[in-house]
């Protein structure tokens, strides 16, 4: 957001809370672990996050007033969600995510491709398949669909 490549945090594929919106799983841990929200589920951990995350993104930084930052309309349309991202949201970062995937598809699936590709590639460290469990996304993607992103 500040080097205005962005709007919106969960747009950025790089960033941490944009795969913890997309995927979920690992790196939901520590990011609970920075809005101290040990008894929360993973959807209230996100939605206080990213009200956290707009906070201090429409603050200028080090009063730097000539950053880009998050605008005080988006941020006070973040705080009256409470912070939640609809349906629609959560599934365009989804299919951001899986679609800059080398390979989408069943956990078997994409195990045996991952273990092929890191083969014939030479690489030394094993490549795991990223799931998305149905629950987190309403029911609308299978309860086994995985991906790999990550080769090097």
Do not use: H
């Not at 919106?21 to 809005?35: D, S």
């Not at 008894?39 to 880009?68: I, P, W």
């Not at 930052?69 to 365009?92: D, N, Y």
């Amino acid at each position: 957001v500040r080097a205005g490549i962005v709007e919106d945090p969960k747009d950025y594929r790089f960033c941490g809370y944009a795969e913890a919106v997309a995927v979920g799983g690992e790196i939901v841990k520590g990011l609970r672990m920075a809005v101290r929200c040990d008894n929360c589920s993973d959807a209230e951990m996100l939605a206080t996050y990213r009200v956290v995350l707009f906070g201090k993104g429409s603050a200028a930084k080090r009063g730097d007033q000539k950053a880009a930052r998050i605008s005080e309309s988006a941020q006070r349309r973040v705080a009256e969600a409470g912070g939640r991202l609809t349906l629609s949201e959560r599934l365009r970062s989804r299919v951001g995510w899986f679609s800059r995937s080398i390979a989408l598809g069943s956990e078997t699936f994409v195990s045996a491709l991952a273990k092929q590709y890191g083969k014939r590639n030479g690489l030394k460290r094993r490549l795991t398949p990223a799931s998305v469990s149905a629950s987190e996304t309403d029911g609308v993607w299978p309860d086994d669909l995985c991906a790999v992103r990550k080769v090097c």
